[in-house]
């Protein structure tokens, strides 16, 4: 998990560059690779999304603001 952090912060994947840098803020483990998929697949779809900006991107904006980010990036 590490490395792949690295991996998006070094600014070599393309879909995660304009995010610059990136942290860690939640993780999950996996039994199987296909229970993994379908979990990402879940956070793709429209009630996944709603479950990540609740549980996720609330903790990590309130972090942001909380170090004097004055706005809520767009998404």
């Known amino acids: 998990m590490k490395k792949r952090l690295e991996l998006h912060n070094s600014g070599k994947v393309k879909s995660t560059k304009h995010g610059l840098p990136w942290e ?10 296909n229970e993994a998929k379908n979990f990402e697949l879940y956070l793709k779809s429209g009630s996944g999304k709603a479950f990540a900006y609740k549980r996720f991107v609330s903790v990590a904006l309130k972090k942001d603001i909380e170090a004097g980010r004055r706005s809520i990036p767009k998404l």
């Open 24 to 33: 860690l803020v939640w993780y999950a483990g996996f039994t199987t690779e």
